[in-house]
């Protein structure tokens, strides 16, 4: 960007300079006193550059900088470009493709441009057209050339698909015919049309010449022409007051000399030569050239130049236009004719001057006049180009109003070959003009390598996805016991310069483990999915894993890191992305994560608290674990919910959590909390635990959803490591959940079905709709999330809006008075108070300094729909259900003389049993009493 | 294994019979969807008729008439329901007389505003519900049972049934009649042997103290 400023304002620069070296001459006159004797003294040009380097705060190294980038300036010219851009970026084979091209640099409008597309289809390659399919020949002549790519494309271009067939060659009634200007369309009634080409190595521009010729001038050999100018030089020698002061020339000791140099080369106008300025036209010694020269020398090694002959240059523009052959008519040309058999040729009609429909002639289309989009059906391998004829911003050195008229190609990959150059007089001075003498040829040998594959262009630039893969959580646990309750580490990939979604995208992961986070990495992945501990590897769209960490020993020992603490897993995606041509691109990242393997756990208890009557302060103490219970199989939401506080356990606000780990085998214990220490001291709890350091509390008091990390640093008293060990914590509300105490009587309503990912078929169950027959009671429980708030609660429950008595604590088994029929809904509801105890809220207050007004009570209620049913589901009933459905059905009468003789018959068989099983005892001998035989 | 003589096999294997029909009687469920007067007495048919007599003739083999299902001799049983029901209404006049006994004694609104529902509540219901009465009580465990036992049956059955009121009406005025034709009928099957005679004298002495009370009121 400097360069550019420095080489567009190199004349203000110059005048500039030139001004200040006035105005330093100006400032400090050499007074003529001064060559007498004592008088003031003359500053140097250095003294003088000094001052004003500090009156104007000129930094000399930034003027030495721009002055070094002013002297290259003209080396850094911007010449044309083209960038071509593709839509669909992943072409299928046969889709419809667009390349569009973005021209720069241009001093005309884009739509005034020449576009010289080319196509290459696969297998065209240049050369010998045999053994190559008949459509690479398009121009049907000779081998394989460029032209016949630009013929492949200007037909399409011209003719927009339109069918030849159908067309009456046999008049051409059409004026399609089109004049091409050098330079783009608007170029016209200009003669002079300047073409260059860049070379980008040094930056010159090279005008396209048939052939030039240098100015010339009679000097002898040996000699050069040049602008010769000279200075005079007084030395005053020394001054005698004998000698007139006011005629110092009467001093002997006085002298004058003058001295000579070549500033210039001459011009030469017709035939005569001639310099500018105060200086002298004359043939130079090259002995002398280029250094001072005395008089003498003057005298003896220059002469006077008598005659020139003036320079001359054949000016040359070529068009890069497709031709009917490699050396056949080149279109565009100024006769504007544009016939039957060129229709024929291109298959444009000759009967409408638009086939292409797209405003232009016939024949302004087949040399690509604002052809900005080509669109073409894509075939596997095909490869496109495009070379932009138009006049640039860059003036030429000629005294006209032209600027250089380029060409632009999409690579910027053209040579400039067989160059030269030229001195020709211009506005008086002569300048030397780069040449070049390349031809179309030339300039058609370029095309090859600025060919661009669609599939490379936009998004292909880089053949390589950019892939990012993270990890979660930072510092997981690995569980080497049978229970199983690892956590479980989730890796998920991304793709920044994919143009295809992730469920495109083939992801292929390895799992590998090692002792450190270096290296030795195995390959464990196939171990895990068997293990049950990673679903799936591989797949489309599998842009994450989720690796359960249950490696227990015998799944470590095999790699010999049964025991070993901490582990590494390197999760390692690689992802594909293939393309319809069978062209893929591939990307990779790892993310190693730390593992803490050992068998300890950080158990988490529920607290009491009580006061210390030495300082007067609460102080809490461990009551029971939480968090702890694990069902393998649950059978219940509250269930399957009290195993997810595995991974993280859940807290509530305003509860004091204990956490421990065992002690045995550990020492230095360092507890944080979020990364912020945790001490327990004697003022936190008087348990012996917490004096050891292996217990530690905190209090929640946090928004829900917010976690908390949990960690502990131990020293290992075998090994002398540091273990680290750590547990999540979860604020969440508490929740409050209905279950069936008897699922015989009352059961959760049926949803329908869930069908896993696996195939795996599981009956979903309403969690607000429960469903019992007529005379069946409700019982329910209540069941708290998490369940040691439990503790905590009073409760109120109500079917119908009628306070109901729990049977037995959380639970109620309640007779409906009223029957209801099939259809009827019993609304219960329970509303539970949680209020923290007292003696906690202190303890909350003084160790936590959290007030009581934060911690107070919480109401939450949960409501559900008893629904009375029929007996419509007698099929999928128990056998209890299924005499309950049809007892249902009886009358009641019927069903309570059923029952009664029933009982009847019970008793009587009851009785009838029991006399009958006890046995008589021989009657007694009969007793006289008197005269009475009893 | 423990052998019984007859007699006290065949006593508690008659106590049993009595003790389960009165639990059975006490702690059958009531369906709530049917008529509770209906079901008491299909109930107390059940419990304390048909299961005393299938007792009497399936397990126990002996006929009805020893549950008092049999005539008495010649005129003595209208003599014995004379001589037990005229002091039974003579008490109760007493006790009409001394204490505000109307005041606890009620009839059922349909039978008290009317005098032909007043005849057929009488007969129909009071009657039956007498007649289970007389033959569990007085029929199966006074003269089957405690038959043995002779006067002291009729006053054991007579305790039996205020145990048995206190457990399920209750005693208040409305009962009291029913306790003291309880006592009087205990004394007429003690007397004739027979059922017949001591429903009379029951339902007689309920008759006339729902018609005495009806008209007090």
Redesign the interface.
Same mark, same amino acid.
């Not at chain 1, 006890?918 to 005892?921: G, H, M």
């Given at each position: 960007m400097l360069m550019k400023s420095i080489y567009m304002n190199r004349k203000k620069i110059l005048s500039s300079v030139l001004s200040m070296m006035v105005v330093a001459q100006l400032a400090f006159p050499a007074p003529a006193a001064a060559l007498f004797g004592k008088g003031p003294k003359i500053p140097s040009a250095n003294q003088v550059a000094q001052d004003l380097e500090q009156r104007y705060n000129i930094n000399k190294e930034e003027v030495q900088n721009a002055g070094q980038n002013f002297n290259v300036s003209d080396n850094k010219k911007t010449a044309p470009e083209v960038t071509l851009f593709f839509s669909p970026t992943d072409p299928k084979e046969g889709e419809k493709i667009i390349a569009k091209a973005f021209p720069t640099l241009f001093s005309n409008p884009s739509d005034q441009l020449y576009y010289t597309w080319y196509l290459k289809r696969k297998d065209c390659n240049l050369g010998s057209a045999s053994g190559k399919p008949a459509y690479c020949n398009a121009d049907g002549s000779g081998g394989i050339t460029v032209n016949d790519w630009k013929v492949t494309a200007a037909r399409i271009l011209a003719t927009d698909g339109a069918d030849k067939a159908g067309f009456n060659y046999a008049t051409d009634t059409d004026a399609d015919g089109y004049k091409a200007e050098f330079g783009g369309s608007t170029q016209t009634n200009t003669t002079d049309d300047w073409c260059y080409v860049l070379d980008r190595n040094n930056g010159e521009m090279y005008e396209l010449t048939a052939s030039s010729s240098s100015e010339t001038f009679a000097c002898g050999a040996g000699y050069t022409p040049a602008c010769v100018s000279g200075t005079d030089t007084v030395d005053a020698g020394t001054i005698n007051s004998t000698f007139d002061p006011l005629l110092p020339t009467s001093d002997p000791t006085f002298t004058t000399s003058t001295e000579y140099e070549v500033v210039g080369r001459p011009s030469c106008n017709g035939s005569t030569a001639s310099c500018g300025g105060n200086t002298t036209t004359r043939c130079v010694n090259l002995a002398i050239a280029n250094s001072k020269f005395n008089q003498t020398q003057y005298d003896t090694l220059t002469y006077g130049l008598s005659s020139c002959t003036a320079g001359s240059t054949s000016q040359k523009c070529v068009h890069l236009f497709p031709r009917t052959s490699a050396s056949g008519s080149q279109f565009g040309a100024p006769d504007g004719i544009f016939d039957g058999p060129d229709e024929f040729f291109w298959g444009t009609n000759s009967n409408d001057p638009d086939t292409a429909d797209n405003g232009n002639k016939d024949e302004a289309n087949v040399i690509g006049l604002g052809q900005e989009s080509f669109s073409w059906n894509y075939q596997s391998g095909d490869e496109i180009g495009v070379v932009v004829e138009g006049t640039s911003i860059i003036p030429t050195k000629h005294a006209d109003s032209s600027n250089a008229i380029m060409w632009a190609f999409t690579k910027n990959d053209c040579p400039v070959i067989n160059k030269g150059s030229y001195n020709s007089t211009i506005r008086g001075y002569s300048v030397n003009i780069l040449t070049t003498t390349m031809s179309e040829a030339d300039f058609n040998a370029c095309f090859e390598s600025n060919l661009v594959d669609p599939l490379q262009g936009g998004q292909g630039k880089s053949k390589k996805l950019d892939v990012s893969v993270s990890a979660s959580p930072e510092n997981p646990t690995n569980d080497q016991t049978a229970e199983k309750t690892g956590d479980a580490v989730s890796a998920t990939a991304s793709v920044t310069n994919s143009s295809r979604s992730p469920s495109e995208l083939s992801y292929s992961w390895k799992v590998l483990i090692s002792d450190n986070a270096v290296g030795g990495f195995t390959d464990i992945t196939a171990a895990l999915v068997s293990g049950g501990m990673l679903a799936s590897s591989s797949g489309n769209g599998l842009d994450s894993i989720v690796v359960a960490l249950n490696m227990d020993s015998s799944f470590l020992t095999p790699y010999g890191l049964s025991g070993v603490d901490p582990l590494y897993l390197k999760m390692e995606p690689t992802i594909k992305e293939n393309f319809s041509s069978g062209v893929e691109r591939v990307g990779k990242s790892d993310v190693v994560v730390r593992v803490s393997n050992t068998t300890k756990k950080i158990v988490a208890y529920s607290t009491t608290a009580a006061l210390n009557t030495v300082t007067g302060k609460y102080r809490v103490s461990a009551a029971s674990p939480i968090c702890n219970v694990f069902y393998p199989n649950p059978t219940t939401v509250s269930q399957t919910m009290e195993n997810l506080n595995k991974a993280a356990c859940r807290v509530v606000n305003d509860e004091v959590v204990g956490v421990e780990v065992n002690p045995s085998g550990l020492s230095d214990f360092s507890w944080t909390l979020n990364g912020v220490p945790l001490p327990c001291t004697s003022d936190v709890s008087p348990d012996a635990a917490c004096a050891a350091g292996n217990r530690a509390f905190f209090a929640v008091a946090g928004e829900k959803g917010e976690t908390y990390t949990l960690q502990v640093k131990a020293t290992s008293t075998l090994t002398g490591k540091s273990v680290t060990l750590a547990r999540t914590f979860q604020v969440v509300e508490p929740e409050l959940m209905l279950e069936v105490t008897d699922p015989t009587v009352i059961w959760p309503k049926f949803i329908g079905d869930y069908t896993a990912l696996d195939g795996n078929v599981f009956a979903d169950y309403s969690s607000t709709v429960f469903e019992k027959y007529s005379a069946d009671p409700i019982k329910l429980k209540a069941v708290f999330l998490p369940s040691f708030v439990s503790s905590l609660s009073t409760r109120n429950w109500t079917i119908d809006g009628v306070s109901v008595t729990e049977s037995a604590p959380f639970e109620i088994d309640y007779a409906p008075a &009223? =029957?209801k029929t099939p259809g009827d809904v019993y609304n219960t509801s329970i509303s539970a108070t949680l209020l923290q105890n007292n003696d906690k809220r202190f303890a909350l207050r003084d160790i936590w300094g959290i007030d009581g007004l934060a911690s107070a009570e919480t109401v939450i209620e949960k409501t559900i729909q008893v629904s009375v049913i029929d007996t419509e589901t007698l099929a999928t009933s128990t056998p209890k259900k299924f005499f309950a459905a049809v007892s249902s059905y009886l009358p009641?009468?019927v =069903? #309570?003389?059923f029952?009664? !003789?029933a &009982? !009847?018959a019970v008793? =009587?068989f &009851? /009785?009838?049993f /029991? #006399?009958s099983l /006890? @046995?008589?005892?021989a @009657?007694?001998a009969p007793r006289r009493r008197g005269n009475r035989i009893e | 294994m423990l052998s019984l003589p007859l007699s006290k096999k065949r006593f508690f294997s008659d106590g049993l019979v009595v003790l389960l029909a009165l639990f059975a009687y006490y702690f059958f469920p009531i369906d709530e969807k049917l008529n509770v007067t209906v079901q008491s007495l299909v109930l107390g048919v059940a419990f304390f008729v048909l299961l005393p007599i299938l007792y009497v003739k399936i397990v126990r083999k002996q006929p009805l008439s020893s549950l008092g299902f049999a005539p008495s001799r010649g005129r003595f049983g209208w003599l014995a329901v004379s001589l037990a029901v005229l002091p039974a209404l003579a008490l109760l006049y007493f006790f009409a007389r001394v204490y505000s006994v109307e005041e606890g004694y009620y009839l059922p609104s349909l039978a008290a505003n009317s005098f032909p529902i007043f005849l057929l509540y009488e007969v129909l219901v009071v009657g039956a519900t007498v007649f289970l009465y007389e033959v569990f009580f007085r029929g199966m465990i006074q003269t089957f049972w405690l038959g043995q036992h002779r006067l002291w049956a009729v006053f054991s059955q007579f305790g039996i049934f205020v145990i048995f009121l206190l457990f399920t009406d209750g005693i208040f005025w409305q009962t009291v009649p029913f306790l003291v034709a309880t006592l009087a009928s205990g004394f007429v099957v003690f007397s004739t042997r027979s059922l017949y005679y001591s429903w009379a004298s029951t339902w007689l002495i309920l008759f006339v103290a729902d018609a005495y009370f009806l008209i007090a009121k």
């Open positions: &009223t =029957l009641a009468s =069903l #309570f003389s029952k009664l !003789m &009982t !009847m008793l =009587l &009851t /009785v009838g /029991v #006399f /006890v @046995p008589e005892a @009657p007694a | -």
